[in-house]
């Protein structure tokens, strides 16, 4: 390896994350989530959904009086479930996106597909929406609490609906597409399973089919190369291959192809 760059390994097993450090200290192996941790995700992203909605639902009912919460004002209090609002579904739509970069699906349905990898912006307008309007439409509300909640209620609107939208989205085509190029090329490494590897940095926008490629080498980039298979690296939104080691095994097999 040139400038004495360190391996780190990125392997697909039945755990969720973990790191840990061989005898040497030169190995760090890093476990990506399964298929079976992907629905564990959105079960639980499901559920944090479901807490985000019952926030709401408290709010609406401190508004038209039907509960009354103690000790704090009734302003204090429609802020207050609005930002607990916005962390379940943020939350909740963080472990939906990882879910569908570990499992995802098919883009065959290409309105399913879209509802699917942005249900969490959904919920975001669910979980928001309605309140707005009835803040800035219940008669009972004072000026400034209808001023102050529904200006915050609007910015978590806004935060929530991009936090949760997948700007990447993965279908399961183009990872099993990603997986077929790997091995149609011909020039990869393997692991200790025989699986074809690729390689990337910790702040890498795409993956590298040589571990020797001059974009992860220079100087200047991270000490530690992680390397795995090409669903850690989809799962870890790396969704293209680095237009460098393209080129040199597209030159490679010119190069063959001429020799023959």
Same mark, same amino acid.
């Given at each position: 390896m040139k400038n004495g760059k360190k391996i780190v390994d990125v392997e697909t097993k039945n755990k969720d994350t973990n790191v840990s450090l061989n005898k040497e200290g030169k190995i760090v192996e890093v476990t990506a989530s399964d298929k079976s941790s992907a629905k564990t995700k959105r079960i639980i992203a499901v559920i944090l959904w479901v807490l985000a909605i019952a926030c709401e639902v408290v709010a609406v009912l401190n508004i038209f009086g039907k509960l009354e919460l103690p000790k704090l004002s009734q302003m204090a209090w429609l802020i207050i479930l609005i930002v607990v609002d916005l962390i379940f579904v943020v939350c909740g739509s963080m472990l939906w996106k990882k879910a569908n970069h570990i499992d995802p699906a098919s883009e065959k349905n290409k309105t399913k597909f879209w509802l699917w990898n942005n249900l969490g912006s959904i919920v975001s307008v669910v979980a928001f929406l309605p309140l707005i309007i009835?803040?800035?439409?219940?008669?009972?509300?004072?000026?400034?609490?209808?001023?102050?909640?529904?200006?915050?209620?609007?910015?978590? %609107?806004?935060? #929530?609906?991009?936090?949760?939208? *997948?700007?990447?989205?993965?279908?399961?085509?183009? +990872? =099993?597409?990603?997986?077929?190029?790997? %091995?149609?090329? #011909?020039?990869?490494?393997?692991? *200790?399973?025989?699986?074809?590897?690729?390689?990337? +940095? =910790?702040?890498?926008?795409?993956?590298?089919?040589?571990?020797?490629?001059?974009?992860?080498?220079?100087?200047n980039t991270s000490d530690e190369i992680k390397r795995g298979t090409i669903d850690a690296a989809y799962e870890h939104g790396l969704t293209e291959p680095c237009r460098i080691c393209i080129k040199k095994i597209e030159k490679a097999q010119v190069t063959e192809d001429i020799g023959d």
């Open positions: 009835i803040i800035f439409t219940n008669k009972d509300l004072d000026g400034k609490t209808k001023k102050v909640a529904g200006i915050v209620a609007i910015v978590a %609107l806004l935060i #929530g609906g991009i936090a949760s939208y *997948d700007f990447n989205p993965v279908s399961s085509e183009q +990872l =099993e597409a990603a997986r077929q190029e790997i %091995l149609a090329n #011909g020039n990869y490494d393997k692991n *200790d399973k025989g699986e074809p590897v690729v390689y990337w +940095l =910790e702040h890498s926008k795409k993956y590298h089919i040589n571990k020797d490629c001059s974009a992860i080498n220079r100087s």
